[in-house]
Structure formats: structure tokens, C-alpha cells
């Protein structure tokens, strides 16, 4: 592991400026996912700024009767506050499908929101990663790309977003609240929070330098039945193949958002117009596009067997 | 290949020589640096090192440490805790569990210096050969290892596992999110996956956990 500094945020702003004007520097929080980075130098911060003591560690009801998520809420805060379990339940499955429990003591939210891809070709220091090393090349084009994305793909990449938790944010339509380092803040949809990879893989999301994530706000409840399905290769502490979030509204509607299948949490609104027609047409609609491999074909019909599955549930109760 | 006497000096060495020349320079102030992102190799400091305290085992210790210490290797390492594993160092196996303010985490994933002023618990502050832990004499019983190496992150794993279900914490096998979980196989085996065994000892560890947990709760398991 390289070097580096570390000072313990006192001031929001502070760190924001901070962070803008020291090249090469990181906030951390739980660090799960950046401290393994470090280790292997595929992030490799000259100073680091510890932002758990700036306080954003409450889930408070917001004016317009939904929940405001601090930055550093731990996941298993998150997936077990009484209110997240009665009214955005997705959202705690998801949470409770993701890691182990001892990693979901020191995730928080933010830092879940911010994990990079576990693409092996971007673990692998000797093999080129356009995401890793900005126009190295892929090495996951032509590679092994059985966990892959599908729909949202470049040339320059084919990694996925690695988040459970992110997927039922993009379902409920949160909104990621930050302070900027001339310390003014603003609300970012999650919809525009990931990006999809393009020619530019390596900016995964649209904060800027120095930005810092203080809360994500989750919108009133939306009532319905929620349901969060995740296919994976064992039963518990694994990745997503494919994971499903679905809400079924009490006037039949209903949402979807898909995980491991793009660089981002994918959904796509146009296609739940269908949703009267069924789970085959929304799937359709969903997937449309997607670029397949071999090894990964069969995520396609993965993701509308899985949500299939999840409206059958639901039917049931 | 030198021999590991050898590369336990080196590495002695090193840390001194790292102390020495970090309180030289003094920490750094992050703005203090005004190189641009094409030369961020370059922008990396000397050997920086910081110091923390914190109760271990309800010891009081103050370290001061190179800011790249794991927790992990702190309490091996410095401490000379070896109770606590170290298997694969990414967070992936759970060897290195210990309980950190009443939760349990991966040491491995943690840096020491962040954790000024917290309550560690390592398998050494559960239970002692003399006096053991209910979970150590349990996973004794019932056989819950083979080569044991897995055992000290299970043990503190399991511990934690109980006091989490007593809390109401659900799991991802919980079936209702709004009733309090079951003390259930199935959600002592979801609980307990961040642990791997490569003895496969899981069935006989399970039947350890459900042991204990049903001594203190006095119900069926």
C-alpha cells in the first residue's frame, strides 16, 4: 500500500475544499471496498480525510414524508430502522442480500453508492483496464464475462456496479444530496448519480473533485408490495448474476430496477408502461439492446424469469 | 528466499526507521500538497505514522502506528494478539472478525488509527483456556473445526450472531422484515456466511451456535 496522510474531518466544507484542491486525495468512511483498493494499489490516495466524525449518521423523516439517509448510516442500521422495514422494504432486502454482516457493520451509505466494480480485469494490476488505467484497453472484451454487463456497454467497458443497495435506490427514485467544495450543496437524482461507462469509463458517477455525499433522500412511501430477488452462484456473500427489485403498486402499476446487468443501476421507466401486459413485455422492453457473450447470455432470460418470479410472489402476498 | 527470522527484522527495522522519519517531517497538512493529477505518483508521502488508543479486551493501549496498520496487523502484530487470523486479508473470509464496539467487523478492512477511543474485543478477551467462552466450550463439544484456523473469527462471529438476533436485527432469510427473527438454522447459517471454513465444519458449528444460543434464551432451538 502506498503512503499517505490522514486528518480527521471536523467541518463538511472543510473537507469538501480540502479534498478539491489536494490532488489524489479520498474520503473514507467504513473503507471496505477502498482499503482492499489500496492494499492491491488500484487506489493509491496520497491522504486520505476520515469523514465518520462529521455526524451524518441519523435517518430523520423529512417535510414531506420521507426519510433523509445520512452519508454514514451503516447498512445494517439502514436495512433495520423500523421504518425503512415497513415502508421501503426493498430497500432493506437488498441491503440484507449484500456482503456479510460483518461488512455491513462499517459499509455506509454513501460509501456503498461510491463501490467500484468487481470486474476481475480491474482487480488484475497486470492486465489492462480502461477503468483502472484510462485507455489501456479491456481486457473483459474477448475475456471471461460470465458476470458481465448486458445493456449499457461500450467498447471501453463491460463492467457492472457491484451495489444491491443502489438498485433499490434507483427504484425509489432517491435523490443523493451533497456539499460541493465552494460549499454550496445540491441534489443529485440517483438516476444521473452512475454513469453509464462510454468512452470514459474511469467516472463512474457525477460528483466532482471534492465533492462529499451527506445524505440520500428517499421519497414518501410508495405503499405496494416490495420485493428484492438475487441470483447468484451461492446461496449468501456473493454478487449479484442478476438481482430484481420490483414494487407493485395498489393500482396494479408497477417498477423495476435491475442489478448486475449494467455499469449502473438499470432501469428503464418506458418499459414499465408495459407492466399490464407482463412480466415477458416489461423484460423485453428492459433488456432491449443488450450485447451478449457466451458466458453471459443467459442474463437476459435470467432477468425476465426473475422478475416473472417476483410478480408471481407478490400476486401471492 | 530469506528466511522468515530474517524478514521479521527487516520489517522491525523498517517500522523504526518509518517512525523515525515520519515524526521528522510531522504530518503533513493534506493542502499542503500542489502537485496536478498527472504527477499523483509522485504526490505520496514518506512513511506517515499516527497515534490511537483504544481498550482491547478491557486494556487500555496507545499505539502509534505507520497510518497504513490494519487493525488486524495492529492487534497481531503490536499487540501480539495472534487469537485474530489473518486469511485473506480482503475481507472475503472473516478469519480476522473481532467486535468492535458490540459489532462485529473485518479487522482486515479497518485501519487502526480510525478506531481512537473503541472497545475492541478479540477471542482473547472472551474466553481463557482456563475459563472459556460458552460459544468456545460449545464449538469444543461439538466439534465446530478441523484445523482451527477459522475458528477464532467463527467464535467471535457467534457470539455476535446471538446478540444480533436478540436485537432484532432481521437477515436476509428473515421472513417478515417487521416480525423480531427466529433463533433458526437457517438464519444462524445466513448470519454466519461471511465466515468460510475450509475444513467444512459449518454443520457441527451451527449445532455449536444453536447450543448456546438455546442455553440463554432457555427455549427450544
Not at chain 1, 146 to 166: E, L, Q
Not at chain 1, 203 to 223: D, Y
Not at chain 1, 237 to 264: D, W
Request: aromatic share 4%.
Amino acid at each position: 500500500m502506498k503512503a499517505f496522510t490522514y486528518q480527521r474531518a471536523t467541518s463538511t466544507a472543510e473537507a469538501a475544499a480540502t479534498a478539491a484542491r489536494t490532488p489524489n486525495t479520498r474520503f473514507i468512511a467504513g473503507g471496505t471496498n477502498l482499503l482492499d483498493l489500496m492494499k492491491l494499489e488500484i487506489e493509491t490516495p496520497a491522504a486520505l480525510i476520515d469523514v465518520n466524525g462529521l455526524g451524518f449518521d441519523k435517518i430523520e423523516a423529512t417535510a414531506d414524508g420521507g426519510l433523509r439517509v445520512g452519508a454514514l448510516v451503516r447498512n445494517t442500521d439502514l436495512a433495520s430502522d423500523a421504518r425503512v422495514r415497513q415502508d421501503y422494504a426493498v430497500l432493506s432486502r437488498a441491503l440484507l442480500a449484500g456482503a456479510s454482516t460483518q461488512l455491513r457493520n462499517k459499509a455506509t451509505t454513501a460509501g456503498n453508492l461510491l463501490q467500484r466494480t468487481r470486474c476481475p480485469y480491474f482487480y488484475d494490476t497486470n492486465q489492462p483496464c480502461n477503468k483502472r488505467k484510462p485507455g489501456s484497453g479491456c481486457s473483459a472484451i474477448g475475456g471471461y464475462t460470465r458476470h458481465h454487463a448486458v445493456v449499457g456497454t461500450s467498447d471501453a467497458c463491460i463492467a457492472t456496479h457491484p451495489s444491491d443497495m443502489a438498485i433499490a435506490m434507483r427504484l425509489l427514485d432517491a435523490e443523493v444530496e451533497t456539499v460541493r467544495a465552494d460549499g454550496s450543496m445540491r441534489t443529485i437524482p440517483i438516476a444521473d448519480f452512475h454513469r453509464l461507462p462510454g468512452n470514459t469509463p474511469q467516472i463512474e458517477t457525477a460528483l466532482e473533485p471534492g465533492e462529499l455525499i451527506i445524505s440520500v433522500k428517499l421519497p414518501k412511501p410508495l405503499g405496494g408490495v416490495h420485493a428484492y430477488r438475487k441470483i447468484r452462484d451461492r446461496a449468501s456473500y456473493a454478487f449479484a448474476l442478476v438481482s430484481v427489485a420490483t414494487v407493485i403498486l395498489p393500482n396494479g402499476a408497477g417498477r423495476v430496477a435491475v442489478g448486475g446487468v449494467a455499469h449502473k443501476p438499470w432501469r428503464v421507466e418506458a418499459a414499465e408502461q408495459a407492466w399490464p401486459q407482463g412480466a415477458r413485455a416489461v423484460a423485453e422492453r428492459l433488456m432491449a439492446g443488450a450485447r451478449t457473450t457466451d458466458d453471459n447470455a443467459f442474463k437476459v432470460p435470467l432477468v425476465h424469469r426473475t422478475l416473472a418470479a417476483a410478480i408471481a410472489d407478490a400476486k401471492k402476498g | 528466499m530469506e528466511p522468515i527470522r530474517d524478514l521479521k527484522l527487516t520489517r522491525r527495522s523498517l517500522l523504526i526507521a518509518g517512525a523515525v522519519s515520519a515524526s521528522a517531517m510531522a504530518v503533513p497538512q493534506a493542502g499542503a500538497q500542489s502537485a496536478n493529477a498527472a504527477d499523483a505518483a509522485d504526490t505520496h508521502p514518506n512513511t506517515v505514522s499516527g497515534g490511537v488508543s483504544f481498550t482491547v479486551n478491557d486494556k487500555p493501549v496507545t499505539l502509534e502506528l505507520d497510518t497504513r496498520t490494519s487493525l488486524l496487523d495492529a492487534l497481531r502484530e503490536h499487540l501480539h494478539l495472534t487469537g485474530t487470523k489473518k486469511g485473506c486479508d480482503q475481507g472475503q473470509c472473516g478469519a480476522c472478525t473481532v467486535i468492535v464496539d458490540g459489532r462485529r467487523i473485518n479487522s482486515c478492512l479497518s485501519l487502526a488509527i480510525m478506531h481512537e477511543g473503541a472497545k475492541i474485543t478479540t477471542i482473547e478477551g472472551l474466553g481463557t483456556p482456563d475459563q472459556l467462552h460458552p460459544m468456545q466450550a460449545a464449538f469444543v463439544k461439538h466439534d465446530g473445526f478441523q484445523c482451527g484456523y477459522c475458528t477464532p473469527g467463527q467464535i467471535c462471529s457467534a457470539v455476535s450472531v446471538i446478540d444480533e438476533i436478540r436485537q432484532g436485527i432481521p437477515s436476509h432469510v428473515t421472513g417478515d422484515l417487521n416480525v423480531k427473527p427466529l433463533l433458526s438454522v437457517d438464519e444462524i447459517r445466513e448470519r454466519m456466511s461471511g465466515n468460510i471454513c475450509r475444513c467444512g465444519a459449518y454443520s457441527n458449528i451451527v449445532e455449536a451456535i444453536t447450543e448456546v444460543a438455546a442455553g440463554q434464551t432457555g427455549g427450544k432451538a
